[in-house]
């Protein structure tokens, strides 16, 4: 059974910085991508950053230049490095993880999700 399993997030000031894990475990699949997506209260989830296995990374327009995203697709981790995080990114941050099921098809897997708060 895949399993997603997120560390970090919490409490943070404005300006300052959070990092959040994510392992993935249980698919004997081939790993296409893990992201990174956010929900707050009122608005649909939305995509932050994402990395494919070949590296490529993508970001939202709002975090461009705080957040990085690193991941390794031999662990299947995945990391996001938050920095001068905002008010507004204030969230509950879920992991995502893309998986190729051949022919074209994948599937795609959800973290529980972690709470990440910034507020002076």
């Known amino acids: 059974q895949v399993q997603l399993v997120e560390s970090g997030g919490g409490l943070v000031q404005p300006g300052g910085s959070l990092g959040l894990s994510c392992t993935a475990s249980g698919s004997t699949f081939s790993l296409v991508a893990m992201a990174w997506y956010r929900q707050s209260p009122g608005k649909q989830r939305e995509l932050v950053a994402n990395?494919?296995?070949?590296?490529?990374?993508n970001y939202r327009d709002d975090v461009k230049g705080r957040f990085s995203i690193t991941g390794d697709n031999v662990k299947h981790t995945v990391h996001l490095q938050m920095n001068n995080l905002k008010p507004e990114d204030t969230a509950v941050y879920y992991c995502?993880?893309?998986?190729?099921?051949?022919?074209?098809?994948?599937?795609?897997?959800w973290g529980q999700g972690t709470q990440v708060i910034v507020s002076a």
């Open positions: 990395i494919w296995s070949d590296g490529t990374t």
């Open positions: 995502n993880a893309l998986w190729s099921t051949g022919g074209g098809s994948g599937v795609d897997y």
